[in-house]
C-alpha cells in the first residue's frame, strides 16, 4: 500500500509541475518599464504639442505642470525641467518676450510659421489704387445706412474693410466690443458685392461665435481634413475665403 501511495504521490508532483509550466509558459510576458528619461521625453513633447495648438507664445510654468500631469507620477519636477531645458540648448524652444504672467517660451516651429504668415500677408497687400476696394460705390454708404445700430468705432471699422483693398484685414478689439456685430455688417456687404463669405476657426466655440454674424463657419481642423480627404473632426473660427470660388478679398478674424 504505501508504494502504492507513493507512486500516486509522485504523479500529483509530476501533474502539477507540469500545470505551472504550462501555465508560465502561457503568461504574457512583463510590460517593459519606461525609464524618466523616456517618460518625460513623452511628457514635454504631449506638453509642447497640447499648449502650442492654440497659442504661439506660453508660459514656461503651464508646459511643466502639463508635463508632470501627463507622467502620472511616474517622473519629478527636475526630470521635466531637465528635460526641457536640454530642449533649449537644442533650439527647439526659444525665450519669448516676459510679460506679467512670467517667463514666456515659443517654438522654433512657431518663429518659422509666424513669419511665414507675416510675408504671405506682406506679399498679399501689395496692392495700389489700381486694385478694388471689397466693396465698391454707392453699396458702401446703403450698407451703413441700413444698420444705425452700429456705434461710432463699428461705423469706422466697417467703412475700413470696406474701403481697404488689400487681401488680409485684422480687426482687433476687447470683449463685448461687438466685434460680431461689426462682421454681420461686412457679411453683409460682401454678399451684395457678390462674394461667399466663409469663417474659419481654430475652436469649436470660436466657430460657433463668428456663426452669430450669419458667418458659414467650420474649424481649421475640419477645413483642412476636407481637403486633405480625411473624415473631419470638430475643433473652430477665423474668416478665410474658399479656395473653390470666387476669392474673397479681405479676411477679418476675430
Do not use: W
Not at 102 to 131: C, L, W
Not at 163 to 181: H, L, Q
Request: glycine content about 8%; overall charge neutral.
Amino acid at each position: 500500500m504505501a508504494g502504492q501511495y507513493g507512486h500516486q504521490a509522485d504523479g500529483v508532483v509530476a501533474e502539477t509541475r507540469e500545470r505551472t509550466q504550462k501555465l508560465t509558459q502561457e503568461q504574457p510576458p512583463p510590460a517593459q518599464t519606461r525609464t524618466p528619461e523616456q517618460t518625460s521625453q513623452q511628457a514635454v513633447t504631449y506638453a509642447r504639442d497640447h499648449l502650442f495648438e492654440k497659442d504661439a507664445v506660453q508660459d514656461r510654468r503651464a508646459l511643466y505642470e502639463t508635463a508632470l500631469n501627463r507622467g502620472m507620477g511616474e517622473i519629478t519636477y527636475s526630470h521635466v525641467r531637465q528635460e526641457f531645458e536640454h530642449r533649449m540648448q537644442a533650439g527647439e524652444f526659444r525665450e519669448a518676450q516676459e510679460s506679467v504672467r512670467g517667463p514666456q517660451i515659443t517654438t522654433a516651429e512657431m518663429v518659422r510659421m509666424g513669419r511665414e504668415i507675416v510675408a504671405q500677408m506682406q506679399q498679399g497687400n501689395q496692392r495700389g489704387y489700381g486694385d478694388p476696394m471689397l466693396l465698391q460705390g454707392r453699396e458702401r454708404f446703403d450698407t451703413l445706412d441700413r444698420h444705425p445700430e452700429l456705434n461710432r468705432s463699428q461705423q469706422e471699422a466697417v467703412q475700413e474693410v470696406f474701403a481697404s483693398r488689400e487681401k488680409i484685414v485684422g480687426m482687433d478689439g476687447v470683449a463685448e466690443a461687438g466685434k460680431t456685430t461689426t462682421l454681420a455688417v461686412i457679411r453683409e456687404g460682401a454678399h451684395a458685392e457678390g462674394y461667399k463669405v466663409e469663417g474659419f476657426a481654430p475652436t469649436s466655440r470660436a466657430a460657433q461665435k463668428l456663426g452669430e454674424a450669419g458667418i458659414e463657419t467650420s474649424t481649421l481642423q475640419m477645413h483642412l481634413a476636407r481637403r486633405q480627404g480625411r473624415t473631419p473632426e470638430r475643433s473652430g473660427s477665423m474668416c478665410s475665403m474658399n479656395p473653390h470660388s470666387r476669392p474673397l478679398s479681405k479676411c477679418t478674424s476675430l
